[in-house]
């Protein structure tokens, strides 16, 4: 994600600008654009055919629909040249038209580690696992044959799923993979095939969709390991749930034209989930078609898990920032699968890595560092970056990073003749490593780690080392952290939401996978189904999937919003051992990159308070960023904003607080938050608040003094009111309420921007 863009006031005008300018030079050459169309009031459709016909009526002759959207987008995909889309955008009815963008995919013991084993004996699964509940995962397809996939002792669906398995003519949908559905228009005909005339098949080849909608909600699955690694059983966070898989991916790319059928397919299939693991750069909402079509979702009430992305540690590289959507960091948990470098000179130091062959514990081997060799970038291990380099029969010390992926990286020292492998991490990773499935000995060290074996290659003429292999070790500290990949905000498009939402588990992930991973000559060493470790937000995003499942089966009426403010504000600040959450560098995570904190189920199963917002809400909350007509193109109708409540993003009824004092406040003017809370816990009760912020950084103060509930579903609103103590240079302070009962903590985290007076 590297370019980014602030919210523009005058979008529409930009987005046929850009459109226009995607044309120039390309003649009569089509690209797809999702357009977006209004009805008159007058018109009214009997039927999705009666749209779709009035959609038709937009297009020029011989040009066919590749998508007609109905429930998340008032409008359709279709391919234009320039000159067709000018003739478009005057007939009436025709709103704006934005490119179709590609967005990229976001990428046991999990269940353990967040306090879930005793809802997931074995196969007589317990009430409490997602039971009712339909998960919808955009991915990169399934693969209904593994075992994780598999439908004994599960129900059938809800009633109101309508659904379909599109295996072409293989009965492979049970009652675990209710559905399986396929979005390409890279290779479709706009018909659901190819254009040969091949059905389209929503089939894994990736094995991205297969182990993301496994995390979500996998059967109950024993013998699970990787390589020997990680053994014990494998479950979904809700085993009882019901998956539905809408590909729209291929190997590594997603376009926004498919995502939005996804979504539109998933709402009218009956979905209460919607979990994607991808995405691109920030962008404003009308011109971002996930936005768009996962607003429309949150306004039917399903809720909607988004992966923040790939791109930290650096500050605003988020993707998926919309406050109706749960957007989820990654962090570490209490496994490491160990390996241990020793040097020549008796230092060692212990990383990571899944292949753990048979090795002799006495032999070491020649040390090199790739980046010794002449060729530009060698330091990091890029296909053919080691022709002419000598590391035949030796370790070599490959650097992190430079778009080079990890596992490519030993592929490279094994062309080489290279017999081992040690990853370092560069600066910007710290302490934070991966267990990957290598094609040779390896191991992933931290950047201390690095720094210390490059100093021991300096010092000696004759470097020498061991990879030693110590296997899966549970309860390792700290844990959880927050990983180094994991994307950081603020949120460019509102920076008065504070995102992310919230943390969970993300790096080495075991979960089902299509085929055996792991060196060919392995191949045969392990028998069972196949299983992989994974690592990124990709990962992170299917488990609070899952654990919103459970959410709802347990409340069926909560809104997604209520569902999200119980998982916000029962989330942990502290990692198991009671210290505040680190991050790569060793040091407390602050909230830009850890959210509400790390996700607590059985807490979030009780909240005691939920902040809820309604649809209209959020509508008022788009109304203070864009224009009527730019918002009508998020909300499917037209919208006049100067009849709208307008409500600043500050003010949004969101479960965090976020406050930026412009360098144009008067600094002796305090700013105001409201918030109303939701009794959904005991009554009587009474909360009393408390601060978690640093000593004299600024005043602040709460009104009332107390939240007394008497009854079920009482609803309270209280202020806080912020104003900095001195004026001085830009800072941000960050903290929480929290407001406590007897029986309850409902916290919420605070940041507050200084900008200068």
């Not at 998340?72 to 000018?86: I, K, M, N, P």
């Not at 994991?486 to 992310?500: A, E, H, M, V, Y």
């Not at 406590?740 to 919420?748: A, L, N, Q, Y």
Request: hydrophobic residues 40%; proline residues 7%.
């Amino acid at each position: 994600m590297a370019a980014f863009r602030i919210a523009s006031l005058s979008l529409l005008p930009f987005l046929l600008l850009a459109v226009v300018a995607a044309g120039e030079g390309a003649g009569d050459e089509r690209s797809t654009f999702i357009v977006h169309v209004q009805p008159q009031a007058s018109h009214v459709f009997g039927t999705a055919d009666d749209r779709k016909a009035w959609y038709n009526s937009f297009l020029p002759e011989n040009v066919r629909l590749l998508h007609a959207y109905h429930h998340v987008a008032s409008g359709f995909a279709v391919r234009l040249t320039r000159r067709e889309l000018d003739k478009m955008s005057a007939i009436p009815g025709f709103v704006a038209a934005v490119p179709d963008r590609v967005y990229k995919l976001h990428t046991t013991h999990t269940p353990r580690f967040l306090g879930l084993d005793a809802r997931q004996g074995g196969r007589n699964y317990s009430a409490g696992s997602g039971d009712g509940v339909i998960i919808g995962v955009l991915d990169s397809g399934v693969t209904p044959d593994h075992p994780s996939f598999s439908g004994d002792g599960m129900p059938a669906p809800p009633a109101k799923w309508k659904g379909r398995c599109d295996f072409n003519g293989r009965s492979v949908c049970n009652n675990k993979l209710i559905g399986a559905r396929v979005f390409d228009t890279a290779v479709s005909a706009g018909n659901g095939t190819t254009s040969t005339g091949a059905p389209l098949s929503p089939i894994d080849e990736d094995g991205h969709g297969t182990h993301t909608s496994s995390t979500a909600a996998g059967a109950v699955v024993p013998g699970a390991q990787v390589l020997g690694q990680g053994r014990g059983t494998a479950s979904g966070i809700a085993p009882r749930a019901h998956v539905a898989m809408y590909k729209v991916c291929g190997l590594e790319d997603c376009t926004s034209a498919d995502i939005l059928a996804g979504i539109d397919a998933a709402v009218a299939d009956g979905c209460d989930i919607i979990s994607m693991s991808l995405g691109g750069p920030s962008l404003p909402y009308p011109e971002d078609s996930i936005a768009v079509g996962t607003f429309a979702a949150a306004e039917k009430g399903i809720f909607v898990s988004m992966s923040a992305g790939n791109s930290g540690p650096n500050y605003t590289t988020l993707s998926n920032e919309a406050p109706w959507m749960l957007t989820v960091a990654a962090s570490t948990m209490d496994r490491l699968i160990r390996t241990r470098v020793r040097l020549g000179n008796g230092l060692y130091f212990d990383g990571e890595s899944v292949n753990q062959p048979d090795a002799a514990a006495t032999v070491f081997y020649p040390l090199v560092y790739a980046g010794a060799s002449s060729t530009p970038d060698a330091q990091f291990c890029g296909n053919g970056s080691l022709d002419g380099f000598d590391v035949k029969g030796k370790i070599v010390v490959c650097e992190r990073g430079n778009d080079v992926g990890r596992v490519d990286k030993g592929a490279e020292v094994v062309r080489a003749g290279g017999v081992g492998m040690i990853l370092a991490n560069q600066a910007i990773d710290g302490f934070s490593t991966i267990a990957d499935v290598h094609a040779l000995p390896a191991s992933h060290v931290s950047y201390h780690a690095g720094d210390a074996i490059m100093n021991y290659i300096k010092s000696t003429a004759r470097p020498m080392a061991q990879i030693m292999f110590r296997g899966t070790v549970l309860g390792t500290s700290p844990a959880p952290a927050i990983t180094s990949f994991s994307s950081r905000g603020p949120s460019l498009q509102n920076p008065g939401i504070l995102k992310p939402d919230i943390t969970g588990p993300g790096v080495s992930v075991l979960a089902a996978w299509p085929f055996q991973v792991g060196p060919p000559s392995l191949a045969g060493k392990y028998s069972g189904p196949t299983f992989n470790f994974e690592s990124g937000t990709s990962m992170s995003a299917p488990h609070l999937s899952g654990i919103a499942a459970l959410i709802k089966s347990k409340y069926p009426d909560w809104s997604p919003a209520a569902i999200k403010s119980a998982i916000m504000t029962t989330a942990d600040s502290t990692d198991r051992s009671g210290m505040p959450i680190t991050d790569e560098k060793g040091t407390a995570a602050d909230l830009f990159a850890l959210g509400a904190g790390h996700v607590d189920p059985d807490k979030a199963m009780n909240p005691g308070l939920v902040y809820d917002i309604t649809p209209a809400d959020y509508i008022g909350f788009l109304c203070g960023m864009y224009t009527g007509k730019e918002v009508s193109v998020i909300a499917r109708r037209a919208v006049d904003c100067s009849a709208v409540k307008v409500i600043p993003d500050r003010l949004l009824n969101y479960p965090s607080i976020s406050v930026t004092f412009p360098s144009s406040w008067n600094p002796m003017t305090p700013m105001v938050v409201t918030r109303k809370v939701r009794n959904v816990g005991e009554a009587p009760a009474v909360y009393y608040p408390q601060f978690d912020l640093p000593d004299n950084s600024m005043n602040v103060t709460v009104m009332p003094s107390s939240l007394r509930f008497t009854e079920a579903n009482q609803v309270k609103v209280f202020k806080v009111t912020v104003s900095p103590r001195s004026s001085g240079d830009a800072v941000v302070v960050q903290g929480a309420l929290r407001w406590v009962s007897d029986k309850h903590t409902v916290r919420s985290p605070m940041s507050v921007a200084f900008a200068g007076h």
